[in-house]
């Protein structure tokens, strides 16, 4: 085995098992500024019921500071409708809530704005804002999704997604060859390899992201590249047999194997057609995204 296929089995068994991968953890790395006072209340003043389960439930579910929880848990709630549209946010009402600084509620509500889940004017303040305007490539609103209600029609979505971008990308890779990357997809695999047959799923799906991503980085188009976290995000939140590197198995790995060698070849006809029969191992995927007819 390769020195970077060991380290990367290495890491990913010493690693939790959370939804969030290597240097994900302190996605967003503000602290709450010091001598700043605390402002406590039990609850949100007329608020549902609901929303103080929600916040709980989600408290301290990953391993993020305030301010990154607090996206989290104000992120769900929205995403799962407990927030409708064009509910005001009062930030006040969020620190006693929440119990946390007005610092970590400003700075909460602007990535909540940068994702286009909320929006705030003068005058009017900070309301949610209608699917309509929501940023759906977000990884962090994909996995939101992923787990609330709507999670059938986000893995149906992301399906779709994924059989647009992908086998296109494997059919431009071929073209893109270079000897370190194809060393470095070949790793990959061997890593799922290794890990399947240790039934360590943790290291197989992390190995299988970076196959993935890594086969769109080298696609050489960059609108394509910047879908590398999409197709990520999809692997994190699949939870279902929606592709065939959802869950480990000999024909998934023989299928990432198949396009490591149409790669090697230059054969971009061939990548594409592995990379297909590899997003429908299940039968299921049949019914969500119909294979193409041949002509």
């Known amino acids: 085995m390769t020195t970077l296929a060991h380290t990367m089995m290495t890491a990913a068994r010493s690693a939790d098992s959370g939804l969030a991968g290597p240097g994900e953890l302190d996605r967003y ?8 006072d605390r402002v406590g209340a039990p609850a949100w003043e007329g608020a549902d019921p609901e929303l103080g389960r929600v916040g709980r439930r989600a408290a301290g579910s990953r391993g993020r500071g305030l301010h990154g929880q607090l996206v989290q848990q104000l992120g769900q709630m929205i995403v799962s409708g407990d927030l409708g549209a064009d509910r005001p946010l009062v930030p006040e009402e969020i620190g006693q809530r929440f119990e946390v ?18 929006s705030a004017r003068p005058n009017v303040g900070t ?3 209608p699917v309509s305007d929501w940023n759906l490539l977000d990884p962090d609103i994909i996995e939101w999704r992923a787990y609330g209600p709507q999670r059938d ?12 971008i992908e086998p296109l990308a494997a059919r431009l890779a071929a073209g893109h060859g270079r000897e ?36 769109i980085q080298v696609a ?7 879908l590398s976290g999409i197709v990520s995000a999809a692997l994190q939140v699949s939870g279902g047999p929606i592709a065939g590197c959802d ?25 594409e057609a592995a990379m297909r029969q590899l997003l429908t191992v299940h ?13």
């Open 283 to 295: 039968p299921e995927v049949e019914r969500v995204v119909p294979a193409p007819r041949e002509h």
């Open 153 to 164: 029609d986000q893995r149906r979505e992301l399906s779709e997604l994924r059989w647009t």
């Open 101 to 118: 600084s007005r610092t970590v509620v400003r700075e909460s509500l602007r990535v909540l704005e940068a994702k286009g889940l909320v």
């Open 220 to 226: 050489g188009n960059r609108m394509l590249e910047h």
């Open 29 to 36: 790395p503000y602290a709450e500024a010091p001598g700043v």
């Open 180 to 215: 370190e990357v194809q060393q470095r997809l070949a790793d990959m695999v061997e890593i799922m390899g290794h890990s399947m047959a240790q039934g360590d799923a943790l290291t197989f799906s992390r190995a299988d992201a970076e196959f993935h991503s890594l086969l």
């Open 127 to 129: 309301r949610v804002r």
């Open 247 to 271: 869950r480990p198995n000999e024909i998934s790995l023989a299928h990432h194997a198949r396009i490591v060698d149409a790669l090697a070849a230059g054969d971009g006809a061939a990548a």
